[in-house]
């Protein structure tokens, strides 16, 4: 009856623990958005300016940041440029980033920006379209190197919202929530 017991216990204890890290752990996947509408078209939506305002939340759920981006967007040939200027209300973070993005002939998308260690990977998903990048993220005196799970979602030819998991060794360290409507 003791070692039921102690084996009844320990994977309790086990049950617990991978309970809590699949709890720290978010997974979209794409396949889900593929049929639904609006088709979200990336250089459709950025080519041009686009105003956005976003939040970012560490795990407790506390804002960090608040801020609003201006997105000039434009297309050359296969490229399409995005120059960002961020305004924080909350927090600090980068004033600026330029994004480079080419489709390539798979229709899978890599993406640049001078603070992105190596390519942001992006796919389209329908309604949905993702990025997955690295990048070193500086935090008060630190810089962590982090993955971004980034994911955008069409509402409507002008509106958008994108939704990036913060992770650390798999675990999600924070959120950002970001809408983005195309301007006249």
């Not at 260690?117 to 070193?136: I, L, Q, R, S, V």
């Amino acid at each position: 009856m003791k070692l039921f017991k102690k084996i009844a216990v320990s994977a309790l204890g086990a049950g617990l623990f991978l309970g809590a890290l699949t709890g720290c752990s978010v997974s979209v996947d794409g396949n889900d958005y593929k049929a639904v509408s609006p088709v979200f078209e990336i250089e459709q939506f950025f080519d041009g300016d686009v105003k956005a305002w976003g939040i970012v939340q560490n795990r407790s759920g506390e804002v960090v940041q608040r801020f609003t981006v201006d997105i000039n967007g434009r297309i050359d040939g296969d490229t399409l440029t995005l120059d960002e200027t961020f305004t924080y209300g909350v927090g600090e973070g980068p004033t600026s980033r330029t994004w480079t993005i080419v489709k390539q002939a798979d229709n899978s998308y890599i993406g640049r920006a001078s603070d992105i260690e190596g390519p942001a990977k992006g796919t389209a998903f329908g309604n949905a379209f993702n990025f997955h990048y690295e990048m070193d993220l500086p935090v008060d005196d630190t810089t962590y190197s982090v993955t971004f799970d980034d994911w955008f979602w069409a509402f409507d030819d002008s509106t958008m919202m994108n939704r990036s998991y913060i992770r650390k060794f798999g675990i999600v360290m924070a959120e950002v929530t970001i809408f983005m409507q195309k301007q006249p």
